[in-house]
Structures are given as C-alpha cells and as structure tokens.
C-alpha cells in the first residue's frame, strides 16, 4: 500500500470514507463541502502515503482530515470577508457622497478628540489608549507600570464620568 498501488488505496477510501467525512464535516458543517473535503483529504493521503511512519493510520488520517477541513474553513471565512469588504465597497454611491462622508466624519473625529480633552486628565489616557488606540487592558497596564485592576477601575471611573458629563446629542 505504501507503494500507491491504485487497488489498494481504493480499498482504503472504501474502508475509511465514512470516517473522513464525518471528520470534515464536523467542522465545516455543509454536506456539499464536506463532500468535496473528503475527496480533497483522500488526494493528500495519497501523496502523502511516502512519509507515514507506521504510526496509527487512522490517527494520521484524521489529523489530514481535520486539517484540511480547518483550512477550507479559514479560506471561506476569507472569502466571506472580501466578499463583504467589496459589498460594502460597492455602496459607496457617488465620488461626491462618499466625500460627503469623510468630510462628516474627519468632523465627528475632531469633536471627539476635542470631547476627550475635556476629560479629567487621569482618565483621557485609558479612554484614548483603549477606545481611539485599541490597546488591551495588559499593554495599557504594562506602560503605566500598573496593575490591569487599575487600568479596569481607570476605565470603569472615566465611563460614569462621561455618562454623567455628556449627552449623546454633544457628538451628532
């Protein structure tokens, strides 16, 4: 069978087809492409059959298969997101809507910062580094050689305060 000897590698899909399409299908969850999965799985078994080593054929065959369902996966997801990110492209409308909008929200992005000077200085950090620079928690803490407790509690003052201070209205 190592050799790739055709008959014996159709014993094998006979053997273990059900096997490898409960596998890709665990993951992908679509009969259609899991269907495809497997035959795809089995394509790579073949190849691959030179650099098994005698240890736990199902086993070796499952993680091929589980693999290469995870990678179908990501490139669906990958798909998906060009996908949308064209869509979303698309409805830009006109060169001059789309100028419109940038003009409205360079202007929402000034008011802002100019709202975040207004904070008290010991919370515009955390509200800058977490919300505007999308730091964790850990990184702010790291730089402020503090605990993140402090950082939470930073955070957790700093939004009362807005909710206290500020109106929804005061950014539209």
Same mark, same amino acid.
């Given at each position: ?8 590698? $159709? ?9 490898? !399409? ?19 799985? !089995? ?34 997801? $990958? ?5 949308? /990110? ?22 929402? $992005? ?10 008290? /200085? ?7 580094? !977490?919300?505007?620079? /999308? ?23 700093? $939004? ?10 005061? !950014?539209?």
């Amino acid at each position: 069978m190592l050799q790739g000897h055709d008959h014996a590698f $159709r014993l094998l899909v006979e053997k273990y087809r059900n096997d490898v !399409f409960r596998t890709v299908f665990a993951v992908l969850r679509d009969q259609k492409e899991a269907e495809d999965a497997a035959q795809e799985v !089995f394509m790579k078994i073949y190849t691959s059959l030179p650099q098994y080593e005698n240890q736990g054929f199902k086993t070796w065959m499952t993680r091929i298969a589980v693999n290469h369902a995870i990678d179908v996966k990501r490139k669906q997801a $990958r798909l998906r997101e060009e996908v949308v /990110e064209a869509l979303e492209q698309g409805t830009i409308g006109t060169p001059r809507d789309s100028v419109e909008n940038e003009i409205i929200e360079q202007d929402q $992005r000034r008011l802002v910062r100019k709202r975040l000077n207004e904070l008290p /200085e010991n919370y515009r950090d955390v509200i800058y580094g !977490f919300y505007i620079a /999308e730091k964790s928690y850990q990184q702010m803490a790291d730089e402020q050689q503090v605990q993140v407790k402090t950082i939470e509690t930073k955070l957790y003052r700093a $939004r009362n305060w807005m909710k206290k201070n500020w109106k929804e209205d005061d !950014f539209s």
